[in-house]
C-alpha cells in the first residue's frame, strides 16, 4: 500500500482555568503523497493569521496507509478523506492501539465495503498514530 501523510494543527484550549481543563482543538489541514510536501504546507501556514499565534510545533505530520491513491485522488475521493478524518478525531480518545485498530478497521468496513484493510495494517498504523499522539 501506498503512504500519504496527514497534515494537522492542534493545539491545548483551557476552558477552565481554576481546574486547568482543556480540550484539543485540532484542524485537518490536508492529505499530502509526500512528508516534504506537507513541510513545504507548515512553512506557509505557519505565518497565516490564526495559526502564527501557535508555535510551529502545534502542526503535526501523521504516516497513514494508502488506498493506491495519489494525494489528489485521495482529496477527491470523499468517502477516503472522511475516513482518514474520522480516524483523526476518534484517536484523541482511545488509548489503546487494539482498540484504535478495531476502530479502523469498522470505519473502512464502513467507507469501503470492497476494500478490507487486514487486522495488521490496521494495527500498524494504530500503532504509529498513538505514538505520536504522546510525543504531543
Not at 46 to 63: A, H, L, M
Not at 99 to 113: K, V
Not at 118 to 128: I, M, Q
Amino acid at each position: 500500500m501506498d503512504k500519504v501523510y496527514l497534515l494537522e494543527h492542534s493545539y491545548e484550549v483551557i476552558y477552565d482555568d481554576i481546574s486547568e481543563a482543556y480540550y484539543n482543538e485540532t484542524k485537518t489541514i490536508g492529505i499530502y503523497a509526500s512528508r516534504e510536501k506537507a513541510e513545504e504546507v507548515i512553512q506557509r501556514y505557519k505565518n497565516i493569521q490564526g495559526f502564527n499565534k501557535y508555535p510551529e510545533t502545534c502542526f503535526y505530520i501523521s504516516e497513514w496507509l494508502g488506498i493506491q491513491k495519489t494525494s489528489e485522488e485521495s482529496w477527491e475521493d470523499n468517502n477516503y478523506y472522511q475516513a482518514v478524518c474520522e480516524i483523526s478525531k476518534i484517536a484523541y480518545d482511545v488509548k489503546y492501539a487494539d482498540e484504535l485498530a478495531e476502530r479502523i478497521e469498522q470505519i473502512w468496513a464502513i467507507r469501503f465495503r470492497d476494500v478490507k484493510k487486514s487486522r495488521d495494517d490496521c494495527l500498524d498504523v494504530a500503532t504509529k498514530i498513538l505514538e505520536r499522539l504522546k510525543l504531543r
